[in-house]
């Protein structure tokens, strides 16, 4: 099982993030565990300079964007 974290305050980006790293799971029959990571100091612990952010377990992906649908199902089958 996956664990997806979106990382980011809560914005209009990280929902969208959130909704399209869902469906690109949902599409590719992926198990997973979705986790918003909305403390900005958990949020520092991970290195990143912009959010919204995407980890899979516990590894950045992405970071100050939000990727397409096949981006993120590329990025999930890796």
Do not use: F, W
Not at 7 to 22: D, M, Q, R, S
């Amino acid at each position: 099982m996956k664990r997806l974290q979106i990382l980011g305050t809560g914005c209009p980006k990280c929902k969208k993030l959130t909704e399209l790293t869902e469906q690109a799971a949902k599409e590719l029959g992926i198990e997973y565990t979705i986790e918003k990571v909305t403390d900005i100091k958990e949020i520092l612990s991970y290195r990143i300079m912009m959010t919204p952010a995407l980890a899979v377990d516990n590894v950045v992906k992405v970071s100050g964007k939000v990727p397409s649908l096949d981006e993120l199902k590329k990025i999930l089958q890796n």
